[in-house]
Structures are given as structure tokens and as C-alpha cells.
């Protein structure tokens, strides 16, 4: 079940630079390049000559050169030109609509028409100042709806990151889950307790003791199609947690935007958004690398998790409370999925 | 056809030591694991919570812990407990009866309640003094049957084992295969011949000329569902072969056990018991490397055999005289195999 | 749509010397031996017996023994013996014809009765003096016909072998396709141009001035079932090209055999019989490596090719006039293949 009329990230921009870059998104194998003036554009990765993928070919003065015959595709997915041959009959490729912000670029798989660049959120750690970002790219052989369940539930931190960012207080305090509009936001708060190994790192980069007693939240927050931003920190006790003054906590956004490329596994950007050291690259390395390790852990189990759910396809999974956000998450997609079906793809409201 | 109220061996004691261990058996994905008295059991591989496998987590305390979000299961495959959960209601997995009996964990994998510990035969040399035991196992991308024709027809030596075990003579001596009750047995004899090289070393090893002429036996006993013992031995000429007073004979059991994995794949526990140096580790080891190397020209053999009966799937194969004992052994799985499926699991009688 | 009553390369010669050799041809499986007067033979690669492999077994005396129980097939495919059984009621093994000729093993997978060693055409570089041939083998993941496409469309030299044989005036030049009989021709004519790597190392061996203008041309010859013959070469320009005399041309046939192996697999015998310095080994070497790594641009265009094609099974390619010779050569199999469906034959004309 994936949802085509969103933008989802394709890749970095660095990705597309002089030679052709091929990706499957949504099973639709796509060519990422970029025309005459820069802009990337996409379009279906099979050449109409004799459907060699063209993404063997190389871009030539903002056009997509066939490896194969030399067959040309202009930025729009149109035949340019070919040696020989008269193309203006010839039939073009669909162009799948592409846009370049917040560090990546966003594909638009499904209604052409339909893509509005307004429809991506503006995301407060890209767009203000004050936030640095650092991230990485793993492949997942998983429904791209198991690392949303995952991301919804962080109760899994507590035996997946036993060793970095689990904690016993994690389980021990209840989730609050609720559907505001088109998010899902389920939030847990843990106050006056020891910080784990990855915030004592965090707190020290930033100045605080590491030993000081805080207060830690995480709230999780879902959007459609497949995007969980997560608002994380610790603030020494008693000032407000994630309300308290900047001085005395260490805050970050998890970025997670997951890209399906088929429908037992996806691409998933990961990444974090700290508002702490913002200049220090060595923290951007330091931070990607422990967060690198520990989203390790998921995807592990995450693919354990498919291959016995493939084993086991009749068998009926437990909901708990704690399973409230990845429920009404993938209930919010199960309502959009069955309005895209039904033609509905511009006026869905959930 | 695999018969499913039989015990099978799954694995060796000391592969469930303190975790959780994981194996697919008649296609059914099980973890092993030890309760808080130190008895094996086994469940289901699926975490009844969000269906990841079980044998990723721990055991603590005599109980099975969830590596994702830390279900606890008991070790009757009841829910016993999970942090901020009311577990009552919760489903049980399903339990496997085990027995940890002769150096083997065994498993039932057929109605619970049908598993009787005393249908386990009692090997004489796993019960009796007087015989020392090594082995190994083997992962066979095979149907366990063509293992079985494999064992009851040990014609193959002279070309399968050609330097280790075989010789001309055994091809040259009918065998004799009989049902008796629900056992088959495969004989063969081949009075006053040289020993082949593995029997040399063993005479070599017991004390005996490796020159000196022979009776040399081999008698193959099928047992549902799938266990193969191999009398096998050489005695000086002349003494009465397999009835031959002990001083002047040497003596074995091969033992095999063949636990389907799938229709098509099966796990091979082979060894030998041995009456001769038994307390002597180095010879334990001689010998089970000597036999891991025979029995590895099998395994190529079978699966090769298997990817070619796959590609002729139409094909009807011979049946000769030697082949009786794999014959009457696929007869015999075939009626208990029917009866099964007719429910009649209780009273089978061959 | 594989042709059954055809000659085709399965092998060479030195592949089959005292040892069976196995290889799947338009899905069947074979196995190749030498019966005792070393002619070379091919039957089912299955034991009657208990379905392995016979390849794994071995050759004694011209007959093939089963390395599993020793059943000794005869050079016909009829059961020769077997220890301690009497054969003659045994089924015989299905034999395919073979025929040894112009340095390869040839295979008549179709109806025995119509393999008609005349059938195979007499190729002028394997039968004239004045002619040296070297080549290799490539198993290609992708359809035969792919191959034939390719080689039947040399327009692609310019893109995939950019920087050996390929040259921008090869699109620049027309090509001309005929059927003429059972033959499909295609040819471009490019005169007056600079010779590309290749043609100048040619050149140079044959003592010639690689920095001379020449006339180059390709006559790319398609024969049922699949066999593409290229007449390629340069001459000085003004020569007359392929008509011009040997002192100042330098010319070779490309050699193409292709083999099915599935549907989507084939076997590719590629090598090139070349008219100069035909007594040096060294120049042998030198091409078969140059050929060789060209071949190997095509083979990894070609696979990425068929991935491509599974992926978009609905799709409709374009047929261009640089793409006639493989859409005659195509619509020539499906004639032939149509006869074959409909039992015809012995008497196919196109």
C-alpha cells in the first residue's frame, strides 16, 4: 500500500551531478539528472528505442544520451534526437515531477498534474537558522510501514539500543497518542532520570554535565506519506523539559523520511537535525556515526521482522498501547490509499 | 511427505546453552531455548506482539525475551509478562514437546498431545556400555527420502566412496531386504575380501593386521520417520562376520538422523558409535572427520540428484534390486504418511 | 521461441576429452562424452536409474558411468550394464546428434531422424586457406535474440565501444537490409574515414599505415537458427573496399554463435577469423583479448537489457531502419518456428 500523489526523497543533490543516477521508487525504475541550466529532473528508466535502461548512458549539454543506439531525451522525457532519425513521432517518457529542497530531492511518483511543490511541509530544522544536519541512506529489505511502526513506538529502545539510547525508564513510562489534523503525534516524557549513553555524549558537546539528573522527551510525530520527524532532548531537571531554556537543554529533530521501492522494502534518509555545536563538523561526524550504529540495529530487525511475517501470513499481530502511533499512522495511510484509489488524489481530507 | 508425529532430532544439547537458538523444522521456524530449571523447550519463532523473530532476543531467567519490544514468553510458550502490559489475554505460542535424550535435543512437531517420550527407541549404543559416539551435521538441499535411498543402498560406496569405503566386492553381493514390523533391514555380506581404507584404519586402530583378509557386513535399519542405523564392521575371516567372538572383530553403528527442513531441504545428523578405542578422543576425531568427508561426497551427490529430478519432473525412475531398501522405506513413510492425514495418528501400525 | 531442428555450437572440442561435460542447451540438460573411437556424443544428463547427474560420474572405455551406482550408458544412450542387473529391458537415455566440425562440437537438439549434417553450412573461414580463427565463450543472462538484435545493428558501436571500433560515421552512414533466401544481410558502407583503434592495430599488423584514410565496411549476415557471420574490414580508401585487393585491405570475419540455454539465457560463441598474419599466435591473442573485452560492453548492455525488458513487460519498442536487420532476422525465427509448431519440419522455406 503506497501512496503515489506525495513527494518523497529520492536522493541527496550530490547523488546527480554529471552522470545519470537510477533508483526504483514506488516500482517505477527511474533516471535522475539534470537539464542545461542544473535542475534535476526524472524520468522512466528504459530507453523507447530498444528499452536498455538509459541509465547506463551519460548526460550530454542537459540531455540523457542512450548507452546503447544514442537515442537523446530532453529534460521534459521527450526524444531530442537521434542519430538519423526523424523523432518527432516518436513517443516520449514519462517525466515523474522533481523538486530540490531542505538538502535532498524530492520525487513526485504518481498524478504528474496533481504535483505541488507547496504540498511539501517547510521543516523548521531546515528552513531556520540555529540547526545542523547530518545524515545517511540505508537500503531495507521491509514494508517501508514496519520502520514507521518502529519510529512510532520507541519502546523498542529500550532491548534494539540497549547499549546507546535505551533506557528501563523508556518502558516504564506510558505513551500519549492523538491525530491532529493529517499527523499523528504520539509523545512519552521521562522526567528526572539519568541520561543514557548518546545524550551524555550530546550533553558534553554542549556543555552540560553528563552526570546531571534530566528530564528527556520524545515526541514523534507522523505525516503522510511515509515522514516521522521526532523531537528528542533532554533539559536539566525541572525547567520545563522541552519547554526549557535553550541554556540548559540539548535538543534535536530525528529525520526519517521513508521511500518505498517495492512493497517488502524501501529507502530509508536518515538523519538528525541538533541545535547544539551547529558549527562543528566533527559533531555532524560524530553524531551521524553513532546515529548510523544504532539505526543499524533497527534494520536488522526490521528484515527478520518481514521474512517472518512472510512466513506467517495468516497470523493476526497484537496492538497494544504502545502501538498506538504506528496503528493510527497506518490507519491515516489505509484512509489516503483508499482515496487514491477511488480517483480522489487532489480534495483528500482525513 | 514428512511425517509430523514422530520426535526428530533438532539440534545438540550444547547448542542451547543461554540463547535463544533458532531452526526450521518440517517448515516450521522454532527457537529452542532452556527454562529456569534448565530443561530445553521449544515454541514458535514469532513474537505474538509485531511477529519479529523470537530467537533474535535473550533468555532471562528461564524465560524468552522479545529483542524488539520485550514480550516475555514462558517456557510453555504462554505471554508472561511485557513492561506496562496486562498479558492475560494475550495468545499463547505454540510449544513443541522436546526431549533432551542420547546426546540430541529431540522435537515433536505433530500434536502435543500424541508426543509420547517412550516412542523414542532405545539405541543400544547410545544406552548401553561399551561404545564411544562422534558426529556432525550436514544442511542437505535435498528431500530427506533421497537420503534414506542414499543410506539403504550402499552400492554407491564403490563409486561415491571409491577411496575411503567402497569396493568392487560390495556390487558384487546381492542384498537382502526385508519388513520387519516397522523396520526395514538391507543386508549385505561380503565374506573373505580386503579391507577398504577406512576399515583398515580402524583395524589399524583396534589392534588388528589392516592386511589380513575379512568378512566385512553391513546391515541398514529404517525406523519412521526417518532414522537410519547402519550396523557395519569387518571380522578376520572365517569367525562368523558380524557374530565373530569381539577380539577379532571391529564394529560400528552409523548413525543418521534426517530432519526435514522443507519438502525439498533437510538437516543431517550423521556419526558413528564405535565398540573399538572408546576411550580414546583423538580416535573420536579421526573417525568423524574420515566420515565427514565420505559423507560430504554424498551430499554433493544428492543435491545434485535433487536438481535434476526437479528439472524431470515427469521422469519415472528404475527400481532394481538394490534399491529395495530405499523402496520399502518410501512404502513404508507413504502408509504412516496416509495415515496421518486420515487423523488416525494414535494407532498406526505398519 | 527456440528452433529445435538446427545445428548449434554447444561446445569445443577440447571441452570433451576424458571426462563428461554437462551443459544446458534450449533447456535440456546434456551431458557430453567420447565413446571408444573418441567420436563425441550427447545424451540426457540424467541417470535412468535414480535421476543424478550422469556428468558427475566418469568415462571408462567410451561408455559413461554413473557416478552414483555405476550404471554404464553406452555412446547410443542405450544401458551398456549395470553390476549384478541384467539391462536389456533398462530404457534408453534420449541421444541428441552431434557432428564435430570447424573446431566446435555441434548439437542437433530436435527430431533425431531429421539431423542432417549437411545442414550445416559450409563457412568460408573454416574451410578456405588463408584464414585464422580465435574466440571465446560469455554466458549471457538474456535472449538469444537480444544478441542477434544487437549484432545485427552495428549502430550501436559508437556508444558501447566508444573507444575501440566504434566511430561517429557509422551513424552517419545508412544502413541497407535484404532477405535474401534464408539469409538476413545488412550493410553500411562508410568510406573515405579514419580508421578507430581496432582497424588501426589491424592495420599495423598487417603492415599497412594506421593513420591512412580508409574505406571501412560491415556485412552483417543472419542465418537460421542463429548464427550472425559479419564481413568486416578496411581498405585503403579509393580501393573498391571489401572488393579491393588483400595488399591493401584488412579484413576478418566476426563469428557469432549463439546458443539458447533458456528463454532468457544463452550461451555466446563469439571469435573472429581474420586474413592477416594468420601464422602468428601472438596476433591471435592480441585479438581475442581486444574482441574479447568489446564483447564483454555488449554482454553487460545486453543483461541490463533483459532486466529492463522483464520490468516493463506491456512495453512497445520502436522499430527504426537501423533496426531492420534484427526485425527481418527476428521475423525469419518466427517463421520457422511457426513451421516447427505446426510439425513441418523437413520442408521449411522462408
Redesign the interface.
Given at each position: 500500500m503506497m501512496l503515489k500523489n506525495y513527494w518523497y526523497v529520492a536522493c541527496r543533490p550530490e547523488d546527480v551531478v554529471d552522470r545519470p543516477f537510477a533508483r526504483i521508487i514506488l516500482e517505477q525504475?527511474m533516471v535522475f539528472f539534470r537539464d542545461a541550466q542544473g535542475q534535476v529532473t526524472a524520468v522512466e528508466?528504459?530507453c523507447?528505442?530498444?528499452?536498455?535502461?538509459l541509465s547506463?548512458?551519460f548526460v550530454d549539454n542537459g540531455e540523457l544520451?542512450?548507452?546503447?543506439?544514442?537515442l537523446r531525451l530532453a529534460a521534459d522525457g521527450s526524444v531530442a534526437s537521434?542519430?538519423?532519425?526523424r523523432v518527432h513521432s516518436?513517443?516520449c517518457n514519462r517525466r515523474f515531477p522533481t523538486l530540490e529542497r531542505f538538502g535532498f530531492v524530492w520525487v513526485w511518483p504518481g498524478d504528474s498534474d496533481a504535483a505541488d511543490p507547496d504540498a511539501l511541509p517547510a521543516f523548521e530544522w531546515a528552513t531556520q537558522p540555529g540547526w545542523a544536519y547530518g545524515g545517511g541512506l540505508y537500503h531495507v529489505r521491509a514494508d517501508y510501514r514496519l520502520m514507521i511502526?518502529n519510529l512510532m513506538?520507541l519502546?523498542?529502545e529500550?532491548?534494539?539500543h540497549a547499549s546507546s539510547i535505551g533506557q528501563p525508564e523508556i518502558?516504564?513510562q506510558?505513551v500519549r497518542t492523538k491525530v491532529i489534523d493529517d499527523t499523528v503525534v504520539t509523545s512519552r516524557f521521562m522526567d528526572n532520570v539519568q541520561a543514557p549513553p548518546f545524550w551524555r555524549m550530546a550533553m558534553q558537546q554542549r556543555g552540560l554535565d553528563p552526570d546531571a539528573r534530566v528530564d528527556r522527551w520524545q515526541v514523534c510525530r507522523f505525516h503522510a506519506p511515509s515522514h516521522v520527524m521526532i523531537d528528542v532532548g533532554v533539559a536539566l531537571v525541572g525547567h520545563g523539559g522541552p519547554e526549557a531554556p535553550s541554556a540548559v537543554k540539548t535538543q534535536a529533530v530525528v529525520v526519517d523520511f521513508m521511500t518505498p521501492e517495492t512493497a517488502t522494502s524501501h529507502w530509508y534518509f536518515w538523519g538528525m537535525a541538533r541545535t547544539w555545536a551547529v558549527d562543528d563538523a566533527s559533531v555532524t561526524e560524530t553524531v551521524r556515526d553513532g546515529q548510523g550504529a544504532i539505526f543499524a540495529e533497527d534494520l536488522?530487525?526490521l528484515e527478520?521482522?518481514q521474512?517472518?511475517?512472510d512466513?506467517?501470513p495468516a497470523?493476526k499481530?497484537?496492538m497494544?498501547?504502545?502501538?498506538a502511533g504506528g496503528v493510527q499512522s497506518r490507519r491515516m495511510i489505509q484512509k489516503l490509499w483508499d482515496a487514491e484509489q477511488q480517483g480522489d488524489t487532489e480534495s483528500v481530507h482525513v
Open positions: 525504475p528508466d528504459f523507447p528505442h530498444r528499452g536498455a535502461p547506463l548512458g544520451v542512450c548507452g546503447y543506439h544514442g537521434m542519430p538519423k532519425q516518436f513517443p511502526d513506538d519502546t523498542h529500550t532491548y534494539v518502558d516504564e506510558p536488522a530487525i527478520a521482522q521474512c517472518s511475517l512466513r506467517h497470523r499481530l497484537l497494544l498501547d504502545i502501538d
